[in-house]
């Protein structure tokens, strides 16, 4: 079935720093999306990137759509400690319509003040 | 608006016994999810919902999983004679079309002893 390699697992950065994780899977997509779950909670849309090339941004959060649709990356600019959370990608399986979500596993982010 | 909303926040039960959890998707919404999250890993499918359709139950890991929407709106997950294994959070989304993201419920974090 389909997979979307999520990296890295996790990542300890400082506050202010630029953060950069990335989602890669071996079929192609039509959709991608960004998530991020703090504890306790759900996952929360943050980006949804529905065209080849798109490039989208949230405030300091911005995703694209890998050209060959097989990728995406989010990148947080001048990260603060409430960015801190899982941040999942996720895709709509391609077969039988976009029903289900496929997830990656998960980037675990630490920010230290 | 209200988000989706999940009931029981958490729920402990023995092990052999039956659960319900309740999920109260957004308003308008037609499309309705579940997924379960085990602990450090991404979401898992479930089962899906759209309208008058048949639900697309693909995702059950067993027959001792069920779930049934009534009037389109609320949709129940039944878990009958559970098993340690189905410890975990389990996530409802709903989203208004196909292609758009879903969003989230906060999941009801089920512990079998």
């Known amino acids: 079935g389909q997979q979307l390699n999520q990296s890295p697992q996790s990542m300890f950065i400082q506050e202010g720093e630029d953060v950069s994780m990335n989602c890669t899977s071996s079929s192609i997509f039509n959709t991608w999306l960004w998530y991020k779950q703090d504890p306790g909670e759900g996952p929360v849309l943050l980006i949804a990137l529905y065209k080849a090339g798109e490039l989208t941004s949230n405030g300091r959060l911005t995703a694209q759509f890998g050209i060959t649709r097989k990728d995406s990356f989010l990148n947080i600019s001048a990260s603060i400690p409430s960015d801190v959370g899982i941040y999942f990608c996720?895709?709509?399986?391609?077969?039988?319509?976009?029903?289900?979500?496929?997830f990656g596993k998960g980037t675990k982010l630490t920010v230290n003040p | 608006g209200a988000g989706v909303s999940q009931s029981p926040s958490n729920k402990v039960t023995e092990k052999g016994k039956d659960v319900e959890l309740r999920c109260d998707p957004i308003s308008g919404h037609t499309a309705l999810y579940w997924y379960r999250q085990s602990l450090g890993q991404g979401l898992e499918f479930l089962i899906y919902f759209q309208g008058n359709s048949a639900p697309d139950k693909s995702g059950l890991p067993s027959d001792r999983f069920s779930a049934e929407r009534t009037g389109g709106s609320v949709s129940t997950l039944t878990i009958q004679r559970t098993q340690q294994e189905d410890s975990a959070v389990y996530l409802c989304a709903s989203s208004r079309t196909l292609d758009r993201g879903q969003y989230f419920g906060p999941g009801t974090r089920l512990l079998v002893l």
């Open positions: 996720a895709a709509p399986a391609p077969q039988g319509g976009s029903e289900k979500l496929v």
